[in-house]
């Protein structure tokens, strides 16, 4: 138990034991699935399962023990730095994908179409390899893998998707100054605001990937500019939906009665958890649909 002068110490939890059973089961399930075994979509889904039950429970606990009084100033201090720390290392994650990006489309495919080296040991790779390559971005590279398609445009979907995650953020800062002014039906009214608006985006994401794959030849497969645009505007909606499950927990939360001007470490997490989806998702809108 904890004091206003002493730190929190935790009972015997078995949660991390849950989390980490979970997740290596998930993960050899995973594993055995890629190698052709039977088990492996059982055991990944059941291990998944387990992982998803201990997150309910633990958050659960930690909710009862909040509300309750059991954390002091310092238990506060702890849970901000260790969001930032997580925060960070999200940055960390998505600064790889952009770096692929930057170096495929600045460098790699550069490379590539360089041409006009004498014959002979100097000769390019261009001349060497692919003489028929021209370096164009966006490019499936040389011998068109996965075949021809159209490139995402900016303006349409992307761009609706834009504002409708530009208004989340400014709905959940609304919520979040109702918060502070003890002004319950603000707050709860943002959050719905918020979380409506982000599983509209979503869903709009899974449109625009329908379109992708059906009509513009545009796949996972599409050779250099289909991985890296999958793979940054998935990871991006995975992290999406993820925000829009905290902040529906969040908002649930808020119904019961939960949080005050002075304790709502929940909140904070998940509102700066939401402002840098939002941030991410202009780095993708210029970077991977308008450049």
């Known amino acids: ?19 980490t059973g979970g ?18 979509s059982g055991m990944m889904l059941t291990g998944f399962v387990i992982f998803l039950v201990m997150l309910g429970l633990w958050f659960a606990l930690q909710s009862t023990e909040s509300e309750s009084g ?25 600064a790889v994908f952009f770096g692929a990006l930057w170096y495929t489309r600045n460098l790699s495919v550069a490379w590539l179409g360089e041409t006009g080296l004498p014959s002979g040991p100097g000769r390019s790779t261009h001349d060497t390899l692919w003489p028929a390559f021209q370096a164009v971005w966006p490019t499936n590279g040389p011998g068109k893998v996965g ?28 919520a979040h100054h109702g918060l502070l002014a003890k002004n319950r039906d ?6 719905i605001a918020t979380v409506g608006l982000g599983f509209l985006f979503v869903g709009f994401q899974a449109t625009e990937y329908y379109e ?12 250099i500019y289909g991985s890296t645009f999958f793979m940054l505007t998935g990871f991006h909606g995975f992290h999406v939906c993820v925000g829009a ?3 529906s927990v969040v908002l649930f939360r808020s119904w019961k009665g939960h949080f005050t001007p002075e ?17 991410v998702w202009l780095g993708l809108f210029v970077f991977v649909y308008m450049m």
């Open 1 to 19: 138990m904890s004091t206003h002068d002493s730190y929190y110490i935790p009972h015997k939890a078995v949660w991390p034991v849950l989390a």
């Open 23 to 40: 997740l290596m089961m998930t993960l050899a399930g995973f594993a055995n699935h890629l190698n052709g075994s039977s088990i492996g």
């Open 70 to 94: 059991m954390y002091n100033h310092g238990v506060g201090i702890s849970y901000r730095m260790g969001m930032m720390w997580f925060i960070f290392s999200e940055v960390m994650f998505f």
């Open 147 to 174: 075949g021809d398609f159209e490139p995402m445009g900016a303006f349409g979907l992307p761009f609706l998707n834009t504002l409708l995650l530009l208004s989340s953020g400014v709905t959940c800062t609304w």
């Open 186 to 191: 603000q707050l709860i009214k943002g959050l």
């Open 212 to 223: 992708a794959y059906h009509e513009m030849g545009l796949t996972l497969g599409s050779g």
């Open 245 to 247: 499950i905290i902040l």
């Open 263 to 279: 304790n709502h470490f929940a909140f904070e997490a998940a509102a700066w958890y939401w402002h840098f989806v939002d941030v």
